[in-house]
Nanobody, 125 residues
Framework: VQLQASGGGLVQAGGSLRLSCAAS????????MGWFRQAPGKEREFVAA????????SYADSVKGRFTISRDNAKNTVYLQMNSLKPEDTAVYFC???????????????????WGQGTLVTVSS
């Protein structure tokens, strides 16, 4: 499966952005989908994940209450709505797919099998 992330950009602190990740292939609806981010000089970290059905979600503590992950299996797309953005949210954001739907959701980047190319989010203070 191929993943294409989009929607990044420059936004002021307190603003909002919605990231999208479009997937190719007919098996999208069977995958766990996740968002990760990587800031300059830092390791890639978990942001949010959603089960294949969309009924279960997980969030990093740093984004809980501000970010919302969702998916539209009919459109092969997963979204990340980001509100109340902070300068520390600045990073390249990656979407990823995990074939093992039995996990429910997955927070470990090593569980993911496919990765998109990333989209840059910059939050100015």
């Amino acid at each position: 499966v191929q993943l294409q992330a989009s929607g990044g950009g420059l936004v002021q602190a307190g603003g909002s952005l919605r990231l999208s990740c479009a997937a190719s292939g007919r098996t999208f609806s069977t995958y766990i989908m996740g968002w990760f981010r990587q800031a300059p000089g830092k390791e890639r970290e978990f942001v949010a994940a959603i089960s294949w059905s969309g009924t279960s979600t997980s969030y990093a503590d740093s984004v809980k209450g501000r970010f919302t992950i969702s998916r539209d299996n009919a459109k092969n797309t997963v979204y990340l709505q980001m509100n109340s953005l902070k300068p520390e949210d600045t990073a390249v954001y990656f979407c990823a797919a995990d074939r093992n739907a039995a996990r429910g959701t997955a927070t470990n980047l090593y569980d993911y099998d496919y990765w998109g190319q990333g989209t840059l989010v910059t939050v100015s203070s």
